[in-house]
């Protein structure tokens, strides 16, 4: 192909995009009015879901969605109809979990934003303040990278082939440190940014000086910043949303939501506002556009700079009032600052986390240099080799069509359980060769080292359970988990998982070592943060139970939320993904689209303004640690395999924190073939209701949905959150 031809090929594809447009518009526009009338019918005291669904062409599970009380009554109590109801200890499944599509039907009078948020979601949500405008170089973005298809063993497009390291001298230079380029203790503190919080619905504003009640109209840019500086000081710069989501008010007019977010942000300002170009040597600049917890950022005249942020990055307020929700912030502020003297919280968790750590970097002994950051190469292999989360769907035939009943089992703070050892230095490389010159000792002691290995993996013959080892998948950054009996793959994989396929409790799988990297076992550098966190959320989770006044309880219970956002996506922003920047430009007078900055790709459109999105290398970042990161996540999905519940065996006389032991073996390995219907990053979804005593600690496996009756097993991702949001319902049902 030459040049004209390519040119005419584009043209062509230009005309084709014109002429789908307006049908997809007709068909979303016919699909929101059957939704609407579905809904409307579904109000009928006597309607059948059943009915609904052969009138309107859709399943029964479709219907329920919709019209929620026609879901499936328990024999006792029945689903709740309420809203889904948050585990005791810890809301999990929420920004991790989910992988279905943000598109919503466009002509639709409000989008369904109960659902969780989905990868994309995810991957813009962690690291966000990290860069200028926005850097969404996020621990999260490898959930989509986990995320496999609702398919069965066969795979319709060849899967991608995982990049290896170069033979002899060439890949040996990866093995190295960036130059001038450490991780080492801040000799400054964080700058204090004054905070308010507003819910836009009831247009209540609570900051350290009082309460007010605004009005806010339609809850604009222009009106919240009007209403919000003719109550409050100039010195308030960031506004936390914590109900009404204003962003989302228009959202019937657009495709999707990040557009409806665009059109929000970039809205007329009142007089003398702009947006944000530069904040001193922080360079925040510009805004974030993300589809549910968006960032804006704003100036007026040189001194005044104001932030309005979801609190949804934190944590779910539930309905909190402003004022619970602004005690949740005070609580947290303490609870760390007995951890932490300089704690400052930043705008978002993910900062938080990763400031945090900084002031635990040691000023002695062999690291008092700095830990080292590793080779652009290396991070390249480790962005494209580790994934995240495992998310997985298994459907028939490979489980039946009706299951007996459906439950949820999710790891409580599980990361924190997997931050005591890990990867540190710069490694050793270990080929094929290299290891079969080592005795037999020194090679079962190097699996127990931190490592990332290149390995041939054959399935046992006889294997009835699911896949343990993750393998590239058809898509850019998708990964599988294959489970055939004598299949044969090459992958990636972490130390822990590796161990896993060699010694799980079934029968052993037949693992051949290609080429690995490994490192030192001895040092911690993620310890002494993670047990500080550890500490400070088993302080808060003690007090939400205990205190006299419900309003503090649920302050905090919100605040040992926000601990384990901290920890999640503290730890996500070591992933240190290659840097993808976001932004928005009016159109010219005529309609056209402005010239945007070299490299970028529009992403979204509204009737002002273009966003455009642009992928970037590796930043030098001084705190860039992909290994520290694809540890903790190979250890998690192992530990979603098999592990053990903790049995409390004392408690800490100085500080009140628990002893623990190991209990009773968990996981998915631990419970019968067939018997597993979905994983979700830390949860396991299975037609069984095993007996594992739950204690509360970091890592245990919570009972958080169930639903003791035949289902139809869940076939697409609406389906699967469908049969969650019951299942929680139902077990909420069960504890009144």
């Known amino acids: 192909m030459d040049a004209k031809s390519y040119n005419d090929g584009l043209a062509d594809l230009r005309e084709l995009r014109d002429e789908i447009r307006p049908l997809e518009r007709r068909l979303k526009k016919l699909l929101a009015d059957r939704d609407k009338k579905i809904t409307a019918l579904g109000g009928y005291e006597k309607a059948k879901a059943d009915r609904l669904a052969t009138s309107a062409g859709l399943s029964v599970i479709d219907v329920v969605a919709l019209v929620p009380r026609l879901g499936p009554q328990a024999p006792a109590s029945g689903p709740a109809t309420a809203a889904s109801a948050a585990g005791p200890v810890d809301d999990r499944n929420g920004a991790e979990a989910a992988t279905q599509a943000i598109k919503e039907p466009a002509e639709s009078a409000a989008p369904d934003l109960s659902a969780p948020p989905t990868a994309a979601d995810v991957q813009e949500a962690e690291g966000q303040d990290e860069q200028p405008v926005s850097d969404t170089s996020a621990a999260a973005e490898a959930e989509q990278a986990s995320t496999s298809p609702a398919a069965g063993p066969a795979e319709e497009a060849p899967a991608r082939e995982l990049p290896s390291i170069p033979a002899g001298p060439e890949g040996d230079r990866w093995f190295r440190q960036e130059s001038n380029l450490a991780s080492k203790p801040p000799n400054f503190q964080q700058a204090v ?39 409050v000081p100039a010195t308030i710069e960031r506004i936390y949303v914590t109900g009404g989501d204003p962003w989302h008010r228009e959202a019937g007019r657009y495709e999707f939501l990040r557009d409806a977010v665009a ?399 190991k209990g009773v073996p968990s996981g998915a390995l631990h419970l019968p073939a067939g018997s597993i219907l979905a994983f979700r990053t830390d949860a396991i979804y299975t037609t069984v209701r095993p007996d594992w005593p739950y204690s509360g600690q970091p890592g245990d496996y919570l009972l958080k949905g169930a639903l003791d009756w035949e289902q139809n097993t869940p076939t697409s991702d609406e389906e699967f959150y469908t049969l969650q949001k019951l299942g929680r319902q139902n077990l909420e049902a069960e504890g009144l």
Request: hydrophobic share 35%.
């Open 263 to 661: 059109a929000w942000l970039n809205g007329p300002l009142p007089e003398g506002w702009q947006v944000e170009s530069s904040r001193g040597k922080d360079r925040q600049a510009g805004h974030l556009v993300h589809p549910r917890n968006p960032v804006g950022r704003w100036q007026r005249g040189k001194d005044q700079h104001t932030e309005i942020r979801s609190v949804g990055e934190w944590f779910d307020p539930e309905g909190a009032s402003p004022e619970i929700v602004r005690q949740a912030f005070v609580e947290l502020w303490k609870a760390l600052r007995e951890k932490w003297r300089d704690v400052v919280l930043m705008g978002s968790p993910s900062q938080t986390g990763r400031d945090l750590w900084t002031r635990t970097i040691p000023e002695r002994g062999r690291w008092a240099e700095g830990y080292p950051v590793l080779s652009q190469e290396i991070r390249g292999l480790l962005h494209a080799t580790a994934g995240q989360g495992r998310t997985e769907l298994m459907v028939p035939p490979r489980v039946p069509e009706r299951v007996p009943a459906w439950y949820e089992l999710d790891r409580t703070f599980a990361y924190a359980r997997h931050c005591s050892t890990s990867p540190t230095g710069v490694p050793r490389r270990m080929t094929k060769a290299a290891l079969a010159s080592l005795s037999d000792k020194e090679r079962t002691d190097l699996l127990y080292s931190p490592a990332h290995w290149q390995v041939r993996v054959t399935i046992p013959e006889g294997w009835e359970h699911v896949g343990l080892l993750p393998a590239p998948a058809p898509g850019e950054r998708s990964w599988h988990y294959p489970y055939e009996p004598g299949r044969t793959f090459t992958t990636w994989a972490g130390g822990a998982e590796i161990n896993m396929a060699l010694r799980n409790p079934i029968m052993p799988w037949t693992v051949e070592f290609l080429d690995g990297l490994v490192w030192e076992k001895e040092q911690r550098p993620l310890q002494e943060w993670s047990t500080k966190l550890r500490s400070v959320w088993n302080h808060l989770l003690r007090w939400s139970t205990s205190h006299g006044d419900e309003s503090m309880r649920w302050a905090f219970r919100l605040a040992a939320r926000a601990v384990r956002s901290i920890l999640l996506y503290g730890i996500g922003t070591f992933a240190q993904r290659p840097k993808i920047t976001t932004g928005s430009v009016e159109l010219n007078a005529d309609g056209s689209t402005p010239e945007i900055p070299d490299g970028a790709h529009l992403t979204g459109i509204t009737d002002t303004h273009v966003t455009w999105q642009r992928y970037g290398g590796f930043a030098r970042d001084p705190y860039a640690h992909p290994e520290w990161a694809a540890a903790v996540w190979s250890a998690a999905r192992a530990a979603l395999l098999s592990t053990h519940q903790s049995v409390i065996i004392g408690q800490d006389e100085k500080t009140g924190d628990v002893k623990v032991g």
């Open 193 to 231: 940014r004054q905070m308010a919080f507003l819910d836009t619905a009831t247009g209540v504003l609570v900051w350290s000086g009082g309460t007010a009640r605004l009005e806010l109209g339609r809850a604009s840019v222009a009106e919240i910043l009007t209403a919000v500086y003719a109550t």
